[in-house]
């Protein structure tokens, strides 16, 4: 990967907030997750983290896909395996 993709906010910041979106599930299912009427603060920080990514990856594309085509594309299959791995335990726990 070049190196001055990987210093990049728009290439490592998706995969951080799809982190911090897959710690928040992760506490909340340890700590047992339970039903609610309503979606709890930790629901609605996940949405936002997921959500917020979008335009940054969107950046990200349009900028580096017609520079650095090859490892731009590795970039994004990460921010997409990361955002696919923040996603897996809300589907699979049905949250």
Not at 64 to 81: H, I
Request: net charge positive; charged share 15%; hydrophobic share 60%.
């Amino acid at each position: 990967m070049n190196v001055s993709l990987r210093k990049q906010p728009s290439a490592w910041l998706p995969i951080a907030m799809s982190g911090v979106a897959l710690a928040l599930v992760l506490i909340q299912v340890s700590f047992g997750a339970v039903r609610e009427a309503d979606e709890g603060t930790t629901a609605h920080l996940w949405q936002l983290l997921m959500a917020g990514q979008l335009p940054v990856v969107a950046y990200f594309a349009l900028k580096w896909l017609p520079k650095s085509r090859g490892d731009a594309l590795r970039v994004l299959a990460l921010q997409f395996a990361a955002a696919l791995a923040a996603c897996t335990p809300v589907f699979w726990f049905k949250l």
